[in-house]
């Protein structure tokens, strides 16, 4: 039997241990990395995760402010089809009225007219 030297065993425990410590040294530390990693990661999220809240919330108001044009849009083109018509029936009128289907004619006689109601009234308030 062959006897091993005590200080062979010795120096060869001290280096497996301190092989094994610098082992779990540096596993302690890429854990260590990993965890500020996800930390900064989690972080990250919830910054990503309040932007996309408060993207949302923009959409939101847009959508309603789109919504009301798009309301007040129909009512204008729906006004504006019946006063169409109605100055529609109007031309007509004045057209027999006048027994002349020219628009130039019907144009200037209005604007004429207008002009009378207008110096009328200033005549009337100055």
């Not at 040294?25 to 919830?46: C, G, N």
């Not at 108001?61 to 029936?89: C, F, P, R, W, Y």
């Not at 009128?93 to 020219?102: A, D, H, Q, R, Y």
């Amino acid at each position: 039997n062959k006897q091993k030297d005590p200080g062979v065993i010795s120096t060869l425990k001290n280096s497996l241990s301190s092989s094994a410590n610098d082992e779990e040294a540096m596993v302690m530390d890429k854990r260590a990395q990993s965890q500020i990693l996800l930390e900064q990661q989690d972080e990250t999220l919830d910054q990503l995760d309040a932007a996309v809240d408060r993207v949302g919330v923009v959409a939101g108001a847009i959508h309603e402010e789109i919504t009301s044009q798009n309301k007040m849009l129909t009512d204008l083109e729906e006004d504006l089809t019946d006063v169409e018509e109605k100055l529609g029936v109007v031309m007509g009128k004045l057209g027999k009225l006048l027994k002349t289907k020219s628009k130039c004619q019907i144009g200037l006689i209005l604007a004429l007219s207008l002009a009378v109601v207008i110096l009328f009234f200033l005549v009337l308030y100055t």
